[in-house]
């Protein structure tokens, strides 16, 4: 579909994410820059593909310039607010202020939970310019002489307006 299609390729998977969350989204990353700017992405328990809402975080990164770290007092916040209403942390979003929507190995390495979801804003110093929503997976392998039986990869999602 995408002449720069991130490893894995594209996926099927439909996430409706809401136009004006799109946009407020694009607004507070926009305002971060030239830092990364974070956040946390929740949906109803029974409806995991469909954000209901946002939650924006203070990045608490060393260096926000080049990396991101959402509070985890706001993680831990989040968490038990999603339980109590029957929700679920399903991704996270972050912006990459060099104009870029692709994850970093480092997102890759970071993406510690299966199936979470990871949307990218790219930003640059005018505002957001593009936002992609990416799906981490975990592929073990049986391999036991394998050096590395965890396969990780990012597969692109769909973002439909709902
Ligand atoms: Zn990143």
New binding site residues.
Partial sequence: MTSDRPTGGQDQTQIALANALRDEIHDFCALQWPQ?ACGLLIAAIDTPNKIRRVVFARNVAEDPLT??EIDPQTLIECHRTARHKGERVVGCF?S?PNGKAL??P??RARADENGFLWL?IATEHNGAVDSRMYRIIHQHTDDANAENTELRYFRRCQIIED
């Fill in positions: 990364e990396t991101f972050h990459h994850p970093s480092t997102d990218v």
